[in-house]
């Protein structure tokens, strides 16, 4: 049996558009384009038709990716009552070891397939991720980090 993959609801069906999307694009653009360059004749030198075809296997495979990770999918049910800190979470932080008055932040705890540091998307995975898992309101916890070590205070937690 495979391994379950863990996601949010979010993630699950952020997932879920990004299939409808990519299938759309291959069933469409992407044929257009293969049909457009075998009309330029000879394919052997036709640098339009290995373009097309080469985007066309990098969208298969992805689509390939993505079923494969909602077929093992389980969906992450955080209990609102329990108050440590689950995939799911929105968790607001702040930083001890930091000289400025605020440096407070939010992130929201994820698994790796949903990680993306430009949304505050952390992965339960990542140093920061591991440290918060379990923890609750009030604690301080450690994190190492390339710069060294880093402290950070949790100030609120909320699914």
Partial sequence: MAERIMLTNEGFESLKKELGVLKEKLMTD???????????????????????????GKI????????????HATIVE?????????????????????NKEMEEMEIMIV???ESDVFKNKISIDSPLG?????????????????????????LGVKS
């Fill in 111 to 113: 698994t790796s397939q």
């Fill in 78 to 98: 955080n209990n609102r009552n329990n108050h440590d800190i689950n995939i799911g979470n929105f968790v607001r932080l702040k930083e001890l070891n930091t």
């Fill in 130 to 154: 591991e440290s918060l898992y379990k923890r609750h309101i009030g604690e301080t916890v450690r994190v190492k980090a390339p710069n060294g070590v880093k402290k950070y205070k949790i």
């Fill in 60 to 71: 298969n495979s992805r689509i390939s990716e993505i079923e494969e990770i909602l077929s």
């Fill in 30 to 56: 992407v044929a257009q384009k293969i049909k457009e360059a075998r009309e330029y004749g000879d394919l052997s030198e036709n640098s339009e038709y290995d373009e097309a075809k080469n985007e066309q």
